[in-house]
């Protein structure tokens, strides 16, 4: 097949591309699955069984280190024993604010007894109570009880806002961000608590509704300070009264205590036929706000269905016994992913792939979401992502042929067989780049290295609210989800040398299809605004690193195989490609009389790009949820001083959100060989062009940390 493929001249090659893509669907359900393996995939899965088991999750409060999550965590222990999964284990980790985990430290434990807000003059009235509501608790709010006067502070997050208010033992009313706001009204002004409606998770419907609470959080390990959540409409109804001139009284009284506790993380495997052939691990977090149903909830019970289904099929022989281990894995969001890592290498170290599921059930017409299949970062380039993408388009292809024409309802992946529990929607699915924010940070960062599926909901106008919801979940999508999960796992699972020739002429054409997509960006790079031979250097890096990721790809396929299979012919196939996408850079108008025939790159006099630096220490990327390594051992002064994140030094960069992606993979580029003038080639075909100056400042504080040295 490769010999065929180097013969097609180039101005035919997307044409061809696109015609075996085609084929691929019409001629078989996947590449990657027979069809009798998918149609018992398909028939075996089921969206009434996670949707009831959420509906259980939904009651509970499930911040991590409480009663609450230990709830959570025992009903999922009972349904994985109850589905037939093996080893089901739950285990506790130390969350003492003290203990490490690789690179991180532990958070802290909290326990709530009660927690309520009444105005009691002028008017008698409760604004918060634990008991019925918890979200409108502040997690990490500590113990107080107190009656005071209610003073405005506006944002409440600068020391401006505070000039000419006396806001000692009083309760603020502000809308930053509730732990600067501690920060500076609590622990710098001496205020009792705070009552807050602080936005979050900004997306084009945020505002629009004025009636959400919004789940807060406090910073544990600032020892004073409460908080209470009020909605946007209850916050400016208080403010209009005290600009009016009211004094409004409240009553605080919190029963609370933040201090050592315990992470639980749940685990069970569905065992594989060869021991030495690694594990494929399911992920999902189980902690959240009550209700939270999509976030996430939903990626909890579904993963859970995922291991019924692969469970049930596996041990009737409908499906053949994989040679890699199924792991699953429930517990706290990233902290519970890291320590469960840390206190198991073994176990670590026979990762092989990674299904995560964080936000995967709501209804698109209700939370505005689309759902995403979202591609690893370049770093750790993998066919997982192609597996994924493939099964997603057979389901949503379905889905879309049902929608138009109610033929083919078993296509379609409904949930009807519990009469009209699921809709009839489509499947709104796309493929997405890397995108940061859940537990698959971890797995795709470059000292675990276990590529990651990550599927999720983006956007949601409920998320971190109390409108999260039951309501706003769709069974015919969490069947549609768990199919895609338990499928894409056993592909995964079963791939060997067999399976792996199957699926190489498909994975090949969707490198060549990237390729070819690259190719129109490079030509864009090529006509910028720099100067020819910088806007040349850009485009040809571009080219150059988009052909490694997509080796890196094949690469990734032949290590699921095993020794005897060979990705040569399709390498040499990819390096032609991009050869010939070269040549209409190097002969368009702007770069025709140049007369380097080799650009130098835009770094080559910066003495700093030729250094290499060298990851020493623990594992683990340098941002968790509660820890920022860099932070904690260089301090504020010299942390604010990084120009990658420093906001006046890379406006740009700050305002488009980048510089977390930026920092995140240029520690993932590190591997002791590339030079900081490769890594800022690697990010800048990524992310687009960045300076050198700012890798090599970004590495060195990451020397002074003593997470890296110069080697």
Not at 56 to 71: E, I, S
Not at 469 to 493: C, F, N
């Amino acid at each position: 097949m490769s010999e065929c493929y180097s013969a097609i001249p180039m101005k035919r090659l997307q044409i061809v591309l696109q015609l075996t893509l085609l084929c691929s669907f019409v001629t078989a359900q996947t590449p990657f699955l027979s069809k009798q393996e998918w149609v018992a995939l398909r028939e075996e899965s089921n969206g009434a069984a996670p949707y009831e088991n959420l509906r259980y999750l939904t009651t509970l409060h499930r911040v991590p280190a409480t009663m609450q999550f230990d709830q959570a965590a025992r009903f999922i222990e009972q349904r994985a024993r109850e589905y037939g999964i093996q080893n089901v284990t739950s285990e506790e980790f130390p969350a003492d604010g003290k203990t490490r985990y690789g690179l991180m430290r532990a958070y802290l434990g909290w326990t709530v007894e009660a927690g309520s807000l009444w105005e009691v003059r002028p008017q008698h009235a409760l604004i918060a109570d634990w008991a019925t509501d918890p979200i409108r608790l502040a997690d990490y709010s500590h113990s107080a009880e107190v009656e005071t006067a209610l003073v405005d502070v506006g944002d409440g997050a600068s020391e401006s806002d505070y000039a000419g208010k006396d806001v000692r033992g009083k309760i603020v009313l502000a809308d930053g961000v509730l732990s600067r706001v501690q920060e500076i009204a609590v622990v710098k002004h001496g205020a009792a608590g705070i009552v807050s409606d602080m936005p979050n998770q900004t997306t084009a419907w945020s505002g629009v509704d004025h009636r959400l609470i919004r789940w807060g959080h406090l910073e544990a390990r600032i020892d004073s300070g409460f908080a209470f959540m009020v909605s946007r409409d209850g916050a400016e109804a208080l403010r209009s009264r005290l600009h009016a001139g009211e004094q409004i009284i409240l009553s605080a009284r919190v029963k609370a205590e933040v201090g050592p506790g315990h992470w639980t993380v749940i685990s069970g495997i569905i065992p594989g036929t060869d021991p030495s052939a690694g594990e494929v691990v399911f992920s999902c977090h189980l902690d959240h706000e009550r209700p939270g149903a999509n976030d996430n909830g939903s990626g909890c019970v579904t993963i859970l269905e995922s291991a019924r289904v692969l469970s049930r099929l596996i041990a009737g022989n409908a499906l053949a016994r994989p040679k890699r281990t199924l792991r699953f894995v429930w517990g706290p969001e990233i902290e519970g992913t890291m320590a469960y890592l840390d206190r198991h290498p073994e176990i670590r170290s026979q990762l092989r792939a990674n299904v995560h599921m964080d936000m995967v059930g709501g209804d698109p017409f209700k939370n505005k979401s689309v759902f995403h299949v979202t591609e690893t970062p370049w770093s750790l380039p993998s066919f997982v992502t192609d597996v994924g993408a493939s099964l997603m388009e057979i389901i949503r292809s379905g889905a879309a042929d049902y929608a138009e024409s109610g033929a083919h309802p078993e296509a379609a992946v409904l949930e009807n067989r519990a009469g009209d529990l699921g809709t009839r929607n489509e499947f709104w699915a796309d493929l997405t780049p890397y995108s940061a924010g859940s537990d698959h940070e971890e797995y795709d960062s470059s000292t675990i290295a276990v590529p990651s599926l990550y599927l999720r909901d983006w956007p949601d106008i409920y998320i971190h609210t109390d409108h999260d919801s039951l309501a706003q979940i769709d069974a015919t999508k969490l069947r549609r989800v768990a199919l895609l999960g338990a499928a894409s796992g056993y592909v995964y699972a079963a791939m060997d040398q067999a399976r792996a020739n199957d699926a190489l002429p498909f994975v090949r054409a969707a490198c060549q299809k990237r390729l070819a997509d690259a190719s129109q960006r490079a030509l864009q790079l090529s006509q910028g605004e720099k100067k020819d031979s910088e806007s040349r250097y850009e485009a040809e890096n571009f080219l150059q690193q988009s052909l490694m990721r997509e080796l890196g790809v094949l690469r990734s396929l032949a290590a699921f195989a095993g020794a005897g299979f060979s990705i040569q012919a399709e390498d040499g196939v990819l390096r032609q490609q991009v050869a010939t996408y070269a040549g209409p850079i190097q002969q368009s108008p702007k770069h025709k009389g140049a007369t380097e025939k080799v650009p130098s790159p835009p770094w080559a006099a910066d003495p700093n790009a030729g250094k290499i630096p060298q990851r020493i220490g623990d594992f683990g990327p340098l941002t968790y949820q509660n820890d920022n390594v860099l932070l904690a051992r260089l301090g504020p002064e010299r942390y604010s001083q990084i120009k990658l994140l420093n906001s006046s030094a890379t406006r740009l960069l700050n305002a488009q959100d980048q510089s977390e992606f930026y920092a995140y993979e240029i520690v993932n580029f590190v591997n002791g060989q590339r030079k900081v003038g490769e890594i800022r080639d690697a990010v800048s075909a990524e992310y687009g062009p960045i300076s050198v100056e700012l890798v090599a400042d970004y590495l060195q504080a990451c020397v002074e940390a003593d997470v890296m040295k110069w080697k």
